[in-house]
């Protein structure tokens, strides 16, 4: 069984950071493109940051690039988003999910398991 849980978020000043985590289980990780996205109240999902499973090519939505970091440790089965210079846009509930297609990756879209997210509050 499929399981991917999130944690680390909560409540930041603008301009703080804060690093995601997201546990895998029940799946090989390695074999797998993870992505993090991210919902607002009353707006539609937003694809956040993906990584490859076989070069671990990273990919970032033009509104986090240069921002967020996205990483995997496939020995430890999780995978990071660390969040620097965050804004109060960036005010939203973060899941991790595994892609169902590697090609998917780079359009961070795709999403064919996901987890139970996570509330990022940037306010000050």
């Known amino acids: 069984q499929v399981q991917l849980v999130a944690s680390g978020g909560g409540l930041v000043q603008p301009g703080g950071s804060l690093t995601l985590s997201c546990a895998a289980s029940?799946?090989?990780?390695?074999?797998?493109?993870i992505g993090w996205f991210r919902q607002a109240p009353e707006k539609e999902r937003e694809g956040v940051s993906c990584?490859?499973?076989?070069?671990?090519?990273?990919y970032y939505a033009d509104s986090v690039k240069g921002r967020f970091t996205i990483s995997r440790d496939n020995a430890k089965k999780t995978v990071s988003l660390r969040m620097n210079n965050l804004r109060p846009e960036d005010t939203a509930v973060y899941y991790c999910?595994?892609?169902?297609?590697?090609?998917?990756?780079?359009?961070?879209?795709?999403?064919?398991?996901r987890g139970q997210g996570t509330q990022v509050t940037v306010s000050s």
């Open positions: 999910a595994v892609l169902s297609d590697p090609l998917m990756c780079a359009a961070l879209k795709g999403v064919a398991s």
């Open positions: 029940g799946f090989t990780l390695e074999w797998y493109p």
């Open positions: 990584i490859s499973n076989d070069d671990d090519n990273t």
